[in-house]
Structures are given as structure tokens and as C-alpha cells.
């Protein structure tokens, strides 16, 4: 009954009916429907550029080496890789490089860690590059004792050792006295990409850090404190590789402009120009409809001339009108 009473009690504003009224014109307006079929269509271009966007969205491409620049005049927001990484046509295009650092973790299996990511404008190189003696690998074994880190699956040596190989407490060491690289194929494909020094130094810097923060949790599992053991209770299942692969992978803008002009597949521009012709195609056949009705003074207007002859001449049968196709 209080509802009811309030209900009752309830007396729209005065300026209620003008407010209805302009948000109905404004929405019958043709303005404002060609703007949210323009909001509409880019929308959809956005979404596709999102979902459908080609075999270079996110995959990662390698395993690759990194060297520093050759000439000082490429600038630093540059990276150059070679065609059998990335087609021709992805030469100027702006991307978001992530770097990855790819290794064997724990029961063998294929661990990716994302190092860090930044804008990059990449320069397709038709030719591979020359490699120098200072390059980044991925595969510099770390300051750390032997068992705080993963190893890789090595190959079968075809020399008969004549002694067997001992475990040495520093990795460094038992990379050396295992003959780890020498016996590990993970590092054969290597393709060589080149970025200048800085961002080389923070590859690197990179890897380092996310070893030792992996290294550290390890330590802290095995510390005699109680709630840093339960804390880091599964740090020896996320160590560490102790060698691996650098790996990029590439994210391109969404923006419907990049899209239609500018993105390296064309599958994915084929497919937004199609959305914007379908919705150029809608928009016509709404503004010049086959069987258009005429507003009623316009056709009265028309037809009045008709009328007049009828009407002077009743017994003239009347004209026969083509029907509508």
C-alpha cells in the first residue's frame, strides 16, 4: 500500500516530455544513424583486427641470436630481421616485440618466460646477417650452483668417454667439464637478428634477472624460515633453465586505419575492407530503396496531373502502370 500511495504521489517533471521527445527525434535522425553505423563499422574492423590477424599475431618466431647494429645511423627503436623470420612485407611496419627466453623445464617440457616487451619498427633484411663475436645466445650459463637450475636434454656422444663425467657444484664448471654446448643441438637454427647495443644490454639484463629471481625463490624454499618454505614450496619445479633460446613474438596495432592500410596480412585487410563495403552497401539500399514510397504530399502532388486527365476523359481507359520489378 506505501508504493502504491507513493506511486500515486509520483508527478513527472515538466520537462520530461520535451526531454522524450528530443532523444526521439535525435535517434530517428539520419545523422545520428550514419554515425553509429560509421561507430559500428569501425567496431568490427577493430574486432577482426583483434581476433583475425593473420600467422603473425602472436607467434613466436626463432630461435634467434641477437647481435648489436653494424651502423650507427639505424636508430635505436629498430630492429632488423631477416626474410626467412619475416616476410618483405612487414618492412616499416611498427609492432610490439616481446622477447622470450625459451628453455626445458621441469619433466623436459617447453617453458616460455617473458622477458619484457617494447615498440619496434621493423626493417626486413633479404639477405641473412653477418654474425660478429659479441652476440646474445640465450645460452650463457649463469653464476649458479649446478642443481639450482634446469639442464637440457643433451645429445648421445659418439666418443666412448674414458672416464665418466663428474657433477661439479658451480654450473659454469660442470657446463665445461659436461661439454654442455658442444653436446646440445638446441642452438643449431639460430637466425640472426640485429637491435641496437642498449636494448642487446637489456636482453641480457633481462635473462639475468629472471634467473636469479627464479634461483632466489629456490633458496628461499630451502630456508629455516616456515612461512618462506610454504610460500615458495613449488620453486624446484619452476628453476630455471640453465641454457635456452631467445624467441620474438609480435603484436600489431588494431587500429581500423593500420588495419585497412597498413597490416602485412592481406587476408586480414581483404576481410575489413569487405566489412566497410557491406556496410556502404547497407547504407545505399537504405537511402535509395528498390520499391521507395514517396511521403504523401509528394506523391499526391504527383498524381494529381493524372487525376485531371481521367476526369476529363472518362470513357479513355485509364493508363496501364508497369508493376514494380
Keep these: 500500500m506505501d508504493w502504491a500511495a507513493s506511486l500515486q504521489d509520483f508527478h513527472v517533471p515538466s520537462w520530461w516530455p520535451e526531454f522524450v521527445g528530443f532523444c526521439t527525434a535525435v535517434w530517428y535522425s539520419t545523422p545520428f544513424r550514419f554515425f553509429v553505423l560509421g561507430l559500428f563499422v569501425l567496431c568490427t574492423i577493430w574486432v577482426i583486427g583483434k581476433i583475425y590477424s593473420g600467422d603473425l599475431q602472436n607467434a613466436e618466431r626463432g630461435p634467434v641470436a641477437i647481435r648489436r647494429h653494424s651502423a650507427t645511423s639505424i636508430p635505436s627503436d629498430t630492429i632488423v630481421v631477416p626474410r626467412s623470420l619475416v616476410p618483405l612485407s612487414m618492412d616499416g611496419v611498427q609492432a610490439r616485440c616481446t622477447f622470450m627466453y625459451v628453455y626445458d623445464g621441469h619433466r623436459g617440457k617447453r617453458q616460455h618466460a617473458k622477458l619484457f616487451t617494447r615498440q ?35 645429445d648421445i656422444e659418439t ?35 640485429s637491435l641496437s647495443e642498449a636494448v642487446v644490454n637489456d636482453v641480457r639484463q633481462a635473462r639475468e634477472e629472471f634467473i636469479a629471481e627464479r634461483v632466489a625463490e629456490l633458496r628461499a624454499s630451502k630456508s629455516k624460515n616456515l612461512l618462506k618454505r610454504m610460500k615458495y614450496s613449488g620453486a624446484a619445479m619452476r628453476r630455471p633453465g640453465a641454457v635456452g633460446n631467445y624467441y620474438l613474438k609480435f603484436q600489431f596495432s588494431n587500429d581500423p586505419g593500420f588495419v ?6 592481406r587476408d586480414v585487410r581483404m576481410t575489413a ?25 509528394l506523391a499526391g502532388a504527383a498524381a494529381a496531373p493524372l487525376d485531371r486527365a481521367i476526369q476529363e476523359n472518362p470513357t479513355r481507359p485509364p493508363p496501364r502502370v508497369r508493376p514494380p520489378t
Design 120 to 154: 619496434m619498427r621493423l626493417s626486413v633484411s633479404p639477405s641473412a646477417l653477418r654474425s660478429l663475436v659479441d652476440m646474445a645466445k640465450g645460452n650463457e650459463v649463469p653464476d649458479v650452483r649446478t642443481e639450482e637450475v634446469f639442464w637440457p636434454i643433451l
Design 159 to 193: 666418443e666412448t668417454p674414458t672416464e665418466g663425467y663428474r657433477t661439479a657444484d658451480d654450473a659454469r664448471e660442470h657446463a665445461i667439464t659436461n661439454k654442455i654446448l658442444d653436446r646440445w643441438s638446441g642452438d643449431d637454427s639460430l637466425q640472426l637478428i
Design 260 to 265: 585497412l592500410m597498413k597490416h602485412p596480412d
Design 273 to 297: 575492407w569487405l566489412t566497410v563495403l557491406t556496410s556502404l552497401f547497407a547504407l545505399a539500399m537504405e537511402l535509395f530503396p528498390l520499391q521507395a514510397t514517396p511521403p504523401a504530399g
